[in-house]
């Protein structure tokens, strides 16, 4: 369950000394106060959606909204919303979305790193994640390592979707063929895309 929607926060109050009550007609007892929405969701602030006044009235407690409000009070409304600024906080949750993100890219920049060396200096029992030409996912497992050779095994099974290679990654679906593959194949598949990921345990 995902629980959003938008709330307001307090801002700002005014006494409005010089007015007078549409309603009651006492003189001097209107407060304007001030309130930025923004969205939330699970009651991280997002971001401002808007501000919004309302007066109330101290003596008759009416409670006038800014599209009801005559111009005379109307025109502090506008005032106060041109004075006051959007509370910082209530972006709080865009920041975190774009830290997310940036820490996202950041270990995505790790990780290439990460399979540029074990590229440049393979290990038995590095597994490869491999998107074949029939675009399906499967995995070869390096079993030996030579000056310019790898022998590899290659998995039985195959996935159509990158997220469950993890599944078919076990002992007993790997071919006891023993394959070749020069690391300049190696290094040319990687290039093209078709290594999709490189796992050492
Ligand atoms: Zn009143």
Same mark, same amino acid.
């Given at each position: 369950m995902i629980i959003y929607g938008s709330r307001a926060s307090h801002v700002k109050s005014?006494?409005?000394?010089?007015e007078t009550c549409p309603h009651c007609g006492t003189h001097g007892s209107l407060v304007l106060s001030t309130y930025a929405r923004y969205?939330?969701?699970?009651?991280?602030?997002?971001?401002?959606?808007?501000?919004?006044?309302?007066?109330e009235c101290r003596h008759c407690r009416q409670v006038l909204e800014?599209?009801?409000m005559p111009a005379?009070?109307? !025109? *502090?409304?506008?005032r106060n919303l041109s @004075?006051?600024?959007?509370?910082?906080?209530?972006?709080?949750g865009l920041a975190l979305f774009f830290i997310a993100i940036a820490f996202g890219a950041y270990t995505n920049g790790q990780d290439k790193d990460e399979q540029a060396q074990f590229l440049k200096a393979p290990k038995s029992g590095d597994v490869?994640?491999?998107?074949?030409?029939?675009? !399906? *996912?499967?995995?070869?497992?390096?079993? @030996?390592v030579g000056t310019d050779t790898l022998k590899v095994h290659f998995n039985n099974y195959e996935v159509n979707k990158i997220s469950g290679i993890y599944q078919i990654d076990k002992e007993e679906n790997y071919s006891d063929t023993t394959y070749q593959i020069t690391r300049t194949e190696l290094q040319q598949?990687?290039?093209?895309?078709?290594?999709v990921d490189i796992n050492r345990h």
């Open positions: 005014v006494q409005l000394d010089v969205a939330h969701v699970f009651w991280i602030p997002l971001f401002p959606i808007g501000r919004v006044s309302v007066s800014s599209k009801q005379q009070i109307k !025109a *502090y409304h506008e @004075e006051t600024r959007l509370p910082i906080w209530q972006f709080s490869y994640e491999w998107k074949t030409k029939a675009g !399906a *996912y499967t995995t070869f497992r390096v079993s @030996e598949m990687y290039a093209g895309g078709e290594i």
